[in-house]
Nanobody
């Protein structure tokens, strides 16, 4: 079992930056592909970014590419999402997720463990 705890969300103005963190517990973090998803009210859960285990290759949704950066620190067992140039349309609950595989995918159904979510609100 993998437990994930997110933090770092908040209320900011458009153009600001936030860094989300996801602290993991478990025995296999360094071998779990990890991802961030988000869900706005009334909308489906949306892929944001992902990072492989082992190779540490990264993947981004077109809507955030160039603004967001996903990273991981295996020694600290923590996943990060650096969000710059935030827009009102980025407002959502952000979830971190872990997969029992080393290669990331873009669909939430392929992830096995989820955090509780952290709210990000961007005002105009």
């Amino acid at each position: 079992q993998v437990q994930l705890v997110e933090s770092g969300g908040g209320l900011v103005q458009a153009g600001a930056s936030l860094r989300l963190s996801c602290a993991a517990s478990g025995r296999t973090f360094s071998r779990n592909a990890m991802a961030w998803f988000r869900q706005a009210p009334g909308k489906e859960r949306e892929f944001v970014a992902a990072i492989n285990a082992i190779t540490i290759w990264t993947y981004y949704a077109d809507s955030v590419k160039g603004r967001f950066t996903i990273s991981r620190d295996n020694a600290k067992m923590t996943l990060y999402l650096q969000m710059n140039s935030l827009k009102p349309e980025d407002t959502a609950v952000y979830y971190c997720a872990a997969r029992t595989a080393t290669v990331a995918v873009r669909t939430p159904e392929e992830y096995d463990y989820w955090g509780q979510g952290t709210q990000v609100t961007v005002s105009s």
